[in-house]
């Protein structure tokens, strides 16, 4: 058992050098052994992702405000289930339904969404279920 | 602690109305997704349902009174007057909607959810007994009002309308959270009866400065939503932005809800310091009643108007509230009562009027009306005497209790500046009347179409409410006193 109060801190300064040592020894070693190329693309702040320089008033297709709501839909589930978990034991079975009605909730957003055609991503994809509906029906 | 905590079945059926509103607001939500375009509006019947379910339950809540979970909400007579109150503008607003989504083209289910959403909100304000339970009531109320406002969304006065109701909103429900923070900085409890303990213990009092600082936080908060002056600049331009059929309900339902929290905080969590709030809240109400019966004189616009007569109503209710008296408790709620009737009933002739997309919106659109459909120029003709305060009008005891409050209170000066601008109030209603009686049908009129059913059974219900509250205002008198008598023993 640790005695004093340094001691009590030591393992935590044990962690910020661990973290410390893999974080610099990931940098170190890509930049050690990694293929450097030099070129306008590569050297952009974001490769792959958006320009960081232009008009700012830029039009975004809704989808992407559509994925964010929905993303914050599922985070929020996510995010009450961890206290929830944390005093699970102590809430029994009072606190098993009272969360399993919250997700049967959630879960009627989601059906929701679906339905809606919120996961479609793409327009022909949306046409595409309408007609087999229709086949269907 | 927590394990100990497994809420009794009793407490479940005091809010059950409010799962009831959420079952019914989900499984519209969940049915929309599959209906099929033409069937849209068995959502609204099944709205409808929900509502009379969830008014049926208020009552058998009733026979159960008490607090539940851990104090945060309380069932009395002031609790389920207010509930049921909120049903019914809900109620008559669907029913309303019915036939107005059906002109637009806009059946939707979600039109329908957001309403029973609202109206959970609302139910929640009304029962609430603790701060945060006030809020969370005022952010489930505002949050679907918001979407509301702007539910036509290819419609810009919509869209405008619902940033400036979302934007002045949020900006409120700011202040209203901040003095709860104040006020559990304080006291250290949200509940009210703890705070009123609090407070009123010489021992244990805060600094009066800073307890007043938190009073007054909060009455921002809850002024902005109720539209009383200063903070009544956003409603004019949402009034006028939204669907008629939202007006209805914006006016109506938050309002009451609002006004219903006010009087639970300032009559049992600060009651005692009323000496110190009532002198402002007087200011108020006269500011309020000013600004919104001479602001109203100047408009064309018949539903900023009446956005304007609405503001001066919530001035009228802030005199019986200064009152500080169990009968002001009583007449506020009779106020709201009326109010809630014959507003929504002008509002919903308005919107009927309009005609698509809101076109005639103008007094001199009004023109003729008495000629092309007598009953609806009549039934509107009986919204705008009650407004006025004619007798044998719900509008006339309304204000009748609150003067005489007022008068009891030894407000002389409040009644009679009060009574003196609702003089003036009178010349811009006439202005209504004139148009529809006096003058010639124009293009409006050209356009008219018959009355839809379900507007029809909005405007028949408000009629006969009005009148039963006007010719028989002992009908809902004694629960009124009542409930305030409980309110204040608190």
Redesign the interface.
């Known amino acids: 058992m640790p005695t004093t109060y340094a001691e009590t801190y030591f393992p935590l300064l044990i962690q910020i050098l661990i973290a410390l040592a893999v974080a610099g020894g990931m940098i170190g070693a890509s930049a050690f052994v990694g293929r450097k190329i030099k070129d306008r693309v590569k050297n952009s702040p974001y490769e792959s992702g958006m320009e960081p320089v232009g008009n700012a008033r830029e039009r975004y297709s809704v989808k992407f405000y559509l994925v964010a709501m929905v993303f914050i839909l599922f985070d929020i589930e996510a995010i009450f289930l961890y206290p929830w978990a944390v005093?699970y034991r102590?809430?029994?079975l009072?606190g098993f339904f009272e969360m399993l009605l919250f997700i049967a909730?959630v879960l009627?957003?989601f059906?929701?969404i679906?339905?809606?055609g919120v996961l479609d991503w793409s327009t022909e994809a949306h046409g595409e279920r309408e007609q087999e509906n229709k086949r269907v029906a | 602690m927590i394990g100990n905590y497994v809420p009794h079945g009793v407490e479940y059926i005091r809010i059950l109305p409010e799962i009831l509103l959420c079952i019914f607001g989900i499984l519209i939500m969940v049915l929309e997704a599959v209906t099929a375009e033409g069937q849209k509006r068995m959502l609204g019947v099944l709205a409808l349902v929900g509502i009379v379910v969830a008014f049926a339950a208020n009552l058998y809540a009733y026979t159960v009174p008490g607090q539940a979970f851990q104090n945060v909400i309380t069932i009395d007579a002031f609790a389920t007057f207010f509930r049921g109150l909120v049903l019914v503008v809900g109620l008559l607003c669907v029913f309303a909607s019915l036939g107005y989504l059906r002109r637009q083209h806009a059946e939707s289910g979600e039109y329908y959810s957001l309403i029973l959403f609202s109206l959970i909100g609302q139910c929640i304000l009304s029962t609430a007994n603790e701060l945060i339970m006030v809020f969370i009531g005022l952010e489930i109320s505002s949050i679907a009002t918001y979407v509301l406002a702007g539910y036509f969304r290819d419609d810009r006065r919509n869209n405008e309308a619902a940033l400036k109701y979302f934007l002045l909103g949020s900006f409120a429900t700011a202040f209203l959270l901040y003095g709860i923070a104040w006020c559990y900085g304080l006291t250290g409890s949200t509940n009210l009866n703890e705070i009123h303990r609090v407070i009123s213990d010489p021992g244990l009092r805060p600094p009066v400065v800073l307890t007043g600082i938190a009073a007054a936080l909060i009455l921002i908060g809850l002024l902005f939503k109720v539209s009383a002056a200063p903070f009544q600049i956003w409603a004019p331009d949402v009034y006028q932005g939204a669907a008629s059929p939202v007006t209805a309900f914006l006016s109506a339902g938050p309002k009451a809800a609002a006004f219903a929290v006010l009087l639970r905080i300032f009559m049992t969590g600060f009651g005692s310091f009323s000496f110190r709030w009532a002198p402002l809240l007087w200011s108020i109400a006269l500011l309020t009643m000013i600004i919104g019966n001479f602001a109203a004189l100047t408009q064309s616009n018949v539903k900023r108007l009446m956005a304007y007569s609405s503001i001066a109503h919530a001035g009228y209710i802030l005199v019986a509230i200064t009152a500080d008296s169990q009968l002001g408790i009583a007449a506020v709620m009779f106020y709201l009562a009326a109010y809630a009737l014959m507003n929504i009933g002008a509002f919903v002739v308005i919107g009927h009027v309009a005609a698509k997309n809101e076109r005639y919106v103008r007094i001199e659109d009004l023109a003729g009306l008495a000629k092309r459909q007598p009953a609806t120029a009549a039934l509107f003709a009986l919204f705008v005497f009650s407004l006025i305060g004619v007798p044998l009008t719900g509008g006339f005891f309304a204000k009748f209790y609150v003067f005489r409050a007022a008068l009891e209170a030894h407000l002389v000066w409040l009644t009679v500046l009060g009574l003196a601008t609702s003089a003036v109030a009178a010349f811009y209603y006439l202005k209504i009347v004139v148009a529809m009686y006096m003058k010639e049908p124009g293009e409006s009129m050209a356009d008219l179409a018959p009355l839809s059913s379900g507007t029809r059974v909005a405007v028949w219900a408000a009629a006969l409410g009005t009148l039963i509250l006007g010719i028989f205002p002992s009908v809902l008198l004694p629960f009124l006193s009542y409930s305030a008598s409980m309110l204040g023993r608190q």
């Open positions: 005093v102590e809430l029994r009072f909730l009627c957003g059906f929701y679906w339905k809606k």
